[in-house]
Nanobody, 116 residues
């Protein structure tokens, strides 16, 4: 239901933009769905990175505030996570989640690796 992409290998201080597409979601549902980005490192709990609610309110984890920006494009049925000033500790697999009325979808994740 969700297709995450955009991960890769980047040097510390660099940027990446992750995309989470919901190609089969009708536009009216997209607008009423909350989207979140999580990340997980093996052996650790999944961490909430950023979220955008149905009314457009955004929230961020403390470790990424000021560096990451979440946004959405309903015409493309896509949620983005712009990641700037990346640090080695941002290395993780990033997952997108869509939550709404009767909806709880997860993408397969995309790996982000930040080298020093």
């Amino acid at each position: 239901q969700l297709q995450a992409s955009g991960g890769g290998l980047v040097q510390s201080g660099g940027s990446l933009r992750l995309s989470c597409k919901a190609p089969r979601m009708i536009t009216s549902v997209f607008w009423t769905t909350n989207f979140d980005w999580y990340r997980q490192v093996p052996g650790k709990q999944r961490e909430l990175v950023a979220g955008i609610s149905r009314d457009g309110h955004t929230n961020y984890g403390d470790s990424v505030k000021g560096r990451f920006t979440i946004s959405r494009d309903a015409t493309r049925k896509t949620v983005y996570l712009q990641m700037n000033s990346l640090k080695t500790e941002d290395t993780a697999k990033y997952y997108c989640n869509a939550r709404g009325s009767g909806i709880d979808y997860w993408g397969e994740g995309t790996q982000v690796t930040v080298s020093s």
